[in-house]
């Protein structure tokens, strides 16, 4: 992990409100997918606290790119970043996906900007032999472009895509097309891999337990610090332990990818 200042390269709106930026490191870093950074910029007083973005694309060991989406002061903050502006990142941060020997048959599951979590692995997946499919969910076909539409698709690899309006693909949940994969294929050789909000996560847990399958989940916490200290990012997590401190866990160091087995999720609902 290091601690260094950053210079905007780029910061380009692929759709409205769903920027890329892309920014030179002043020293190396190694990125596995999956990883995040936390980011704001240096000129900017507010907000104080620095924003969880995952790396969304590695071009070099000196230039990473970041995929957000606009929703508060942070995220605001960024988005009024030009070329040459400067900026505060901590990274690489959290764990990563892992395809081990286990993946024969990978299903990748992103819902809206949790696809800047996932592009790297399915990059990973597509210079594998493992057989893959993308399933891609937004609410619209703006959002799936704001979510890096283009560069899912430039992968070549089969992807299906729902949008909630219909503007876009299957109308619906991205959840519908993964049931029916595993309904038809079954779901014991395949790996899920999956990013998005949480009850999307919620129930794709759900579909995985139903059909034995393996699901890896990256979760989303509010994050003070990024790296351990402030506790403000823990999920609850199942135990035969009585409950305390041992019952949950934090995003930033344990995770942010978890089984999905692990997480209790009726309980952390209460707090997304
Ligand atoms: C490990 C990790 C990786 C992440 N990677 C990305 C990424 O690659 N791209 C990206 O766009 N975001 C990502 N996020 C989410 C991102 O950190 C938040 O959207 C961001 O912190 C919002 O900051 P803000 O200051 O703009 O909004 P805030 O001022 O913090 O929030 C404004 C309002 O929006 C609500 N809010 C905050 N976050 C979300 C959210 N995610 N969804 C819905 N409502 C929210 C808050 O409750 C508040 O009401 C990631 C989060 C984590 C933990
Ligand atoms: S964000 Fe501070 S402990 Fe996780």
Redesign the pocket.
């Known amino acids: 992990m290091i601690e260094t200042v950053a210079t905007a390269e780029s910061n380009r709106e692929l759709a409205e409100g769903y920027l890329l930026l892309t920014v030179d490191l002043n020293d190396d870093v190694q990125v596995g997918a999956g990883q995040f950074a936390m980011v704001k910029p240096l000129a900017s007083f507010e907000p104080v606290l620095r924003r969880a973005l995952a790396v969304y694309r590695v071009h070099g060991p000196r230039r990473v790119s970041f995929l957000y989406q606009v929703i508060g002061s942070g995220t605001s903050a960024l988005a009024r970043l030009g070329r040459g502006d400067k900026v505060e990142a901590l990274l690489p941060l959290g764990n990563s996906w892992t395809i081990d020997d286990q993946v024969s048959r990978a299903i990748v599951v992103a819902g809206g900007i949790g696809s800047a979590s996932v592009l790297m692995l399915c990059e990973r997946l597509a210079s594998s032999r493992v057989e893959t499919r993308i399933l891609l969910g937004a609410a619209s076909e703006r959002v799936a472009v704001g979510c890096g539409l283009e560069d899912f698709r430039a992968l070549g690899l089969p992807l299906v895509l729902t949008t909630d309006d219909g503007s876009l693909g299957e109308k619906g949940l991205i959840t519908t097309p993964l049931e029916r994969e595993l309904r038809e294929r079954g779901g014991r050789a395949a790996t899920i891999y999956a990013c998005g909000p949480w009850a999307m996560m919620k129930r794709v847990a759900e579909i995985a337990e139903q059909f034995n399958t393996r699901c890896m989940v990256s979760l989303e916490a509010p ?11 823990v999920v609850a997590v199942k135990t035969d332990k009585p409950l305390g401190y041992r019952s949950y866990k ?4 344990d995770g942010s990818i978890f089984p999905a087995e692990a997480i209790r999720w009726e309980v952390n609902a209460m707090t997304h």
Not at 223 to 233: L, Q
């Open positions: 994050m003070g610090c990024g790296f351990g200290v402030c506790v403000g990012c934090r995003v930033c160091t």
